[in-house]
């Protein structure tokens, strides 16, 4: 059910406890002041209730691959997991699923904050992260030269940081982008933004029409785009060049302290 993710044991933030959660489809890497496994796992049976509650409801939430109309439908105070794919599907053009690793991971992530002052999770790359240190969050780009060569400096302060491909993972993309990286602080806007640029990227030429375009969508203060060997990024973050063999593994969050500036 799960693939291996052995990147995984690379990633140890200083100060914080690292630990998975899985549940059916869902899997999550977790890191926070303190083993939180319990209700870890009581929040995503919460968010997964919400997503599939609302799936039965309205099957179209899962299939659509555009906005839903009847708004009112899909903004329950109760499902707020639900509310926020909606709200980022608006603003991106795009379906309400392509938010959904977003809007868990910080549905659970702003659960654990009741109980930790510092959680960062991650959730097949897609991350939501709220940090009182800058981290340093590399960029997986597959077969690229450029893949974990660049990383984007986080924080301090509460993001998403998501990135969809054409070219790696199971995901489906209309692009052909080998990474396609959004940060907000609306983990779910980011996810659907990541989708949505690479979309619009099938080769290296696209990439500056795709940034122009996501510079316009309220709420997103960077994205990044790797195509072959070809970078192109817009936004307030610092680009970091990283070693070639990073202490932040492919889109996971790291300590900003042991990464060298070049």
């Not at 899985?22 to 796992?41: I, K, Y």
């Not at 659960?111 to 510092?118: D, I, P, R, V």
Request: net charge negative.
């Amino acid at each position: 059910m799960f693939e291996p993710r052995e990147y995984r044991a690379c990633v140890q933030p200083t100060g914080l406890v690292s630990f998975d959660v899985q549940v059916e489809q869902t899997d999550l890497m977790v890191m926070a002041d303190r083993r939180l496994v319990e209700l870890t796992s009581e929040l995503v049976h919460n968010a997964r209730r919400q997503l599939l509650d609302h799936i039965t409801a309205y099957p179209e939430f899962r299939r659509s691959m555009r906005p839903l109309d009847d708004p009112e439908a899909h903004l329950a105070e109760e499902a707020p997991v639900v509310r926020w794919m909606h709200q980022a599907a608006l603003r991106t053009d795009t379906g309400p699923m392509a938010a959904v690793a977003g809007a868990v991971s910080e549905y659970v992530g702003r659960g654990l904050l009741e109980h930790s002052t510092q959680v960062i999770i991650e959730n097949g790359g897609d991350i939501f992260l709220c940090t009182k240190v800058p981290r340093v969050v590399s960029i997986f780009a597959g077969s690229s030269s450029l893949s974990m060569r660049l990383g984007l400096r986080i924080g301090p302060g509460t993001f998403g940081v998501c990135t969809s491909s054409g070219t790696v993972g199971h995901s489906y993309s209309m692009g052909r982008a080998d990474a396609a990286t959004v940060v907000s602080p609306d983990a779910a806007l980011a996810d659907a933004a990541a989708t949505a640029l690479g979309n619009r990227v099938k080769t290296a030429a696209d990439i500056q029409a795709a940034l122009d375009w996501v510079r316009t969508v309220d709420g997103i203060i960077h994205a990044a785009v790797i195509v072959d060997e070809t970078f192109g990024t817009w936004g307030e973050l610092e680009v970091v060049p990283l070693a070639a063999n990073p202490d932040a593994p492919p889109g996971r969050a790291g300590d900003a302290d042991p990464v060298k500036e070049g």
